[in-house]
C-alpha cells in the first residue's frame, strides 16, 4: 500500500511530517465500514471475555453476586451452548486462542511514520506501534548531533529503494527515517526539502 | 543521441585487474561523452549498496553469492528480479556484460533480451577447445552469445577465439583493443640527449605478472639462468606474486643469482611505473594473452619489449618496439639476447615510444568506437553502414544480423546451440520469459520510483539558464 504524506506547520520553526498507509474514510461507505469495524472488534471483545469467563465458572463465577446472576446466565439457552464449547476443549487451546483473537482485535490496520522538526532543538522519528496498546517507538536527534540529512538508495529484497536518512554524529549506522514505509522519491524529497529548509535555513 | 548503458560484470573495482580498469576507463570517457553509464557488479567485502564514483558513475554492488575467484554462483533465474528494477529504475536502454568468465553478466545478457534490449558483450580473454572446463564454458558462451545483439573482442585473435567457440557471424563481431592511460606510465624525465648504453653497462631487465603457470613463469624460470650466464652485465627485476613464485626463487637459490635477480613481490597498479622505469627491457614471457595491456604499458614506459608470439600480442605493438620469441626456452633466450644486442649498439629510440604508444592507445578512441556499436545496435546507424554492404554475395547485409525480440526468433537461434543443449536453452528462455511476466504483475511497473540521472556537466551557455536541480547528496535548498 502506497504511503501518503500528511505536512503539519504548526509554527514557522516546526513542520512534522506523517506518511501513513491508513485510508482517508471520505466517502459515506467507507466511513460506514470503518464503524462497522470499531463495533465489531468490540462484539469480538467481549465474545472473548464471555467465552474465558465461561471456562472458569467452576472456580470464580458461580456465585450470584449482587449485579450478575451467574446462575441464571449459564442454565440460559446461549450460556448452556457457549459453556458446552468451552468444556470440550482443554484450558490452554482457550487460551491460546483467545489471545490470537485479542491481538487481532487490537492490530492497528496500518502503519503511520512521523518526523518531527523542531529549529533549534532537533529532530524525532517515531513509528507506529503494531498494536493500539502500545505506544509508538521514538527517537530524538538534538541538532548539534545532526551531521546531514541525505537521500540515499539500498538494496531490500529484489528492489532497490529510496531512503531519506539522518547520519548522527558519533554513530556507525545512519537513522532510517520512515523504516517500514519507505516511501516513493517523490515524497522523500518533499520531507528532504521541508526538514533542510526548517533546519538549516534562517530566512523562513 | 545520449544513451543510457549498464555494465554488468563480476570483475569490478575494489579488486585490481585489466578488466575492471576497463570497464572504469571505458565507463567514464562514455560519460564524458554525454551517455549515462551505470555499473552493476556484485558485493565486495567492505563495498555494498549504491555509490558513485567520480563523474557521477553509479555502482550497484549487488548482493550475491561469490563462489570462486569473485565469480558469483551461476544461478541463472535468480538475478532477474533485481535486475528488472535496476534496469527499470535507471531506464536502461543498452546491456553491456563484461568477460566470459563472469557469470553475472552472461545473466543479464539473457534477461535484457527477454526484456526487449539490445545487449554488446565484451570478451576479454581467449580460451582453449580441448578440456573440459573450456567445454563447459563454450557451451556456456554459446547460449549467451546466440542472442546477444553485437560482441566486441580486444583483438584479432581474441575475435577468432570467439567467433570460433560460440559459431558467431563474424560480422557480428567488432575489435576494439585496450588502451592504457598515457599520463599514469611516463618514462623518466631525462635533460638533454638520449643517454647511450656503453657495451659494459648494466642492463636491467623488468617482468611484471602474476606468477602463473598461463603467464609463462616456467619459461622464465627456465631462460633466467641461461641469459644471465651468457649476459654477465644483466639484472633482473621481478615483480608479481602467485603459486610459480616458490619455484622462482628455488631456481635463483639453486644457481646462486639473488645478487643479480631482485623479487619484489605483489605491486599495485599505481606502483607498475616506477618499478618500469628502473629497467631497459620488459621481458613478457605469457603462454596466452588475448591483449597485453602490460606491454602498451611498458612500452609507454619507454621499455623494449621482448614477448612470446602467443595469441593477441603481435598485434599490440609495432616491429620496432618489439623482439619477438616462440613461447619455447631456446628461442626465448635468443631473442632477448637480440635485444640486448640492439640496446648495447643504440639502434633502439626507446626515448620516442612513449609519444608513439600515447597516439596509439587512448580510451577516449576506445569509447568513440564502442559508441559506434551501439549506435549500430540502436538502428542510428544503418545496418548496412554498420556491418556493410556485399551486394551480390548471395546474403543480405543485414539479415539475421539485426536480432528481433519475438520469442519463436529468439528460440530459434538457442535451438540451434547443440541436440541436447538447444533444447535445454529453449526452456531456459521460456521461463526467463515466464519470470518476466510473473514479475511484471507482481511488482508493476509503475510501481519503480525512476532514478535521477546525475547531472550533465553543461556548456557555458546552459549554464546561465539552467535552474540547477542538482543530485540529492550535493545540491544545495535553494
Known sequence: ?204 | MPYNIAMVSDFFFPQPGGIESHIYQLSTKLIDRGHKVIIITHAYKGRTGVRYLTNGLKVYHVPFLVIYRESTMPTVFSFFPIFRNIVIREQIQIVHGHASLSSFCHEAILHARTMGLRTVFTDHSLFGFADASSILTNKLLKFTLSDVDHVICVSHTCKENTVLRASLDPLMVSVIPNAVVAENFQPLEQGGPPSSIGPNDIITIVVISRLFYNKGTDLLIATIPRILSSHPNVRFIIAGSGPKAIDLEQMLERNVLQDKVEMLGPVRHEEVRDVMVRGHIYLHPSLTEAFGTVLVEAASCGLYVVCTRVGGIPEVLPQHMTTFAKPEEDDLVMATSKAIAALRSNKVRTDRFHDQVKMMYSWTDVAQRTERVYKGIQGDISPEEFYGYYPGQGWEASGDRVRSFALIDRLKRYYGCGVWAGKLFCLCVVIDVLIYVFLEMWFPRVNIDIARSWPKKLKQKEVADSTGNGPDRVSSTT
Open chain 1, 1 to 204: 500500500m502506497p504511503g501518503r504524506l500528511i505536512l503539519r506547520r504548526p509554527s514557522p520553526t516546526t513542520v512534522s511530517f506523517t506518511v501513513s498507509n491508513a485510508s482517508r474514510h471520505t466517502s459515506t461507505p467507507a466511513k460506514i465500514l470503518f464503524y462497522l469495524q470499531i463495533l465489531l472488534r468490540a462484539l469480538v471483545f467481549f465474545c472473548v471475555v464471555f467465552f474465558n469467563i465461561a471456562r472458569l465458572r467452576h472456580s470464580f463465577f458461580n456465585q450470584d453476586g449482587s449485579l450478575v446472576h451467574w446462575s441464571t446466565i449459564w442454565s440460559s439457552p446461549l450460556g448452556s451452548i457457549v459453556s458446552r464449547i468451552v468444556d470440550s476443549y482443554s484450558a490452554w487451546v482457550v487460551v491460546i486462542l483467545s489471545a490470537i483473537v485479542i491481538y487481532g482485535v487490537f492490530r492497528k490496520g496500518y502503519t503511520e511514520e512521523s518526523l518531527l522538526v523542531i529549529r533549534g532543538l532537533g529532530i524525532q522519528t517515531s513509528t507506529s506501534s503494531l498494536t493500539y496498546l502500545s505506544k509508538a517507538s521514538t527517537r530524538f536527534i538534538p541538532t548539534t548531533q545532526i551531521q546531514d540529512i541525505v537521500i540515499h538508495e539500498a538494496f531490500k529484497g529484489f528492489e532497490v529503494r529510496f531512503y531519506l536518512a539522518i547520519i548522527v554524529d558519533g554513530e556507525s549506522e545512519v537513522v532510517v527515517v520512515f523504516p517500514k514505509l519507505l516511501p516513493n522519491r517523490a515524497i522523500l524529497e518533499e520531507v528532504w526539502r521541508g526538514s533542510r529548509r526548517c533546519l538549516y535555513d534562517s530566512k523562513s
